[in-house]
């Protein structure tokens, strides 16, 4: 079972939205990124809603899987 609602931190929602953005705008699926990035496909979709505390290695992996430099995961008003 995932974390509650309340769990969802307002800077991870952030993150998640901007990823998601991202790999919209590529036309990619979350398994594609996740196959691209090296990560597990319901890894992408949990970080996408919210519930991962990401590390420094899977942002570096995201960022190269969408082509992107990692300041560009971070929504500007964050």
């Known amino acids: 079972m ?3 609602s309340e ?4 800077h ?3 993150f998640g ?3 998601r953005q991202l790999r919209a705008a590529l036309g990619l699926s979350q398994e594609k990124l996740a196959d691209i990035a090296g990560l597990h496909r319901t890894y992408v979709g949990s970080l ?5 505390n990401v590390s420094l290695d899977q942002i570096y992996r995201l960022a190269k899987g969408l082509n992107v430099q990692v300041s ?5 008003d964050m």
């Open 48 to 52: 996408e809603r919210g519930e991962r």
């Open 17 to 19: 939205g901007r990823v």
């Open 7 to 10: 769990s969802v931190q307002p």
């Open 72 to 76: 560009d995961l971070f929504p500007v």
């Open 12 to 14: 991870r929602a952030a």
């Open 2 to 4: 995932g974390p509650s």
